[in-house]
């Protein structure tokens, strides 16, 4: 199970599953949350923010998509750090180190310290979830794995209009 796939080798199967919405995280002192109830983030708001991006070398993934939607808007956030791990992007966001744009499963990490606010114009983003396997691999436990996966991933594909 990979999230964006970079390289896709011939031998493999690569099927999404679902897409997966994106959050804005931020701190819960952050001057986008103050003094709102129900806050809600617009791209332009990131604009000279601090963000943090969980991405490693080579796989571009969701942070490229964010960058380059900002980049289409003429939104220039601060890049304050990149990591390797979702879980220590979040650790610095509920730190006050920055604000960043996580996949929606991840709320509730750090609920006491971050906001998670819906990105207005995150529809041309997602977080997909793929799965990957051997284009050979149809029967046994394979085959059986596979067909689980793909019936527990139903509840969470969103059917379009």
């Known amino acids: 199970m990979i999230r964006v796939p970079v390289a896709q080798p011939d031998d493999l199967v690569f099927e999404t599953l679902f897409r997966e919405p994106v959050v804005v995280a931020l701190p819960l002192d952050h001057r986008l949350v103050q003094g709102r109830s129900a806050p809600t983030v617009r ?14 070398p080579g796989a571009p993934g969701l942070y490229a998509n964010l960058l380059a939607l900002c980049r289409a808007a003429g939104v220039k956030p601060r890049i304050a750090a990149e990591v390797d791990r979702m879980v220590t992007n979040l650790n610095l966001v509920a730190a006050g180190a920055g604000i960043s744009v996580v996949p929606a499963s991840m709320q509730g990490l750090h609920a006491d310290a971050i906001v998670y606010c819906p990105l207005l114009e995150g529809q041309a983003l997602d977080a997909p979830m793929t799965l990957v396997h051997r284009r050979l691999d149809r029967c046994g436990a394979s085959a059986t794995f596979l067909a689980l996966t793909r019936r527990l991933a139903l509840p969470w594909q969103v059917v379009g209009p």
Request: aromatic content about 0%; cysteine-free; glycine content about 0%.
């Open 43 to 56: 791209l332009s708001d990131l604009h000279d923010e601090a963000l943090i991006l969980a991405r490693r």
